[in-house]
């Protein structure tokens, strides 16, 4: 089993970022999906979750109308657009799925400074 993220890296405030993970080993299209992330000195905390059809999304206040997550079933992907990121946004961000959420990936370094 494993989730594999990518994508992170450097972004302006107000910029742009899509992230991605990659799943493999398990059933990936019956069971939802999630992004987290955690920033220096903080706890993990959800950023957004998608159902397992990719019909139902929720997000957390802190990004909500500025990300948004997918999925794509067929290539067992997931992602994560990021727009009009913000400094307190710069994280580690983690992709996280499974039955009760039981796989992680390694996680990706998202730092938005200008």
């Known amino acids: 089993v494993q989730l594999v993220e990518s994508g992170g890296g450097l972004v302006q405030p107000g910029g742009s970022l899509k992230l991605s993970c990659a799943a493999s080993?398990?059933?990936?299209?019956?069971?939802?999906a999630m992004w987290h992330r955690q920033a220096p000195g903080k706890e993990r905390e959800l950023v957004a979750r998608i159902s397992s059809s990719g019909g139902s999304t929720t997000y957390a206040d802190s990004v909500k109308g500025r990300f948004t997550i997918s999925r794509d079933n067929a290539k067992n992907m997931v992602y994560l657009q990021m727009n009009s990121p913000k400094p307190e946004d710069t994280a580690v961000y983690y992709c996280?799925?499974?039955?009760?959420?039981?796989?992680w990936g390694q996680g990706t370094q998202v730092t938005v400074s200008s």
């Open positions: 996280n799925a499974g039955a009760q959420g039981a796989y």
């Open positions: 080993g398990f059933a990936f299209s019956r069971y939802g």
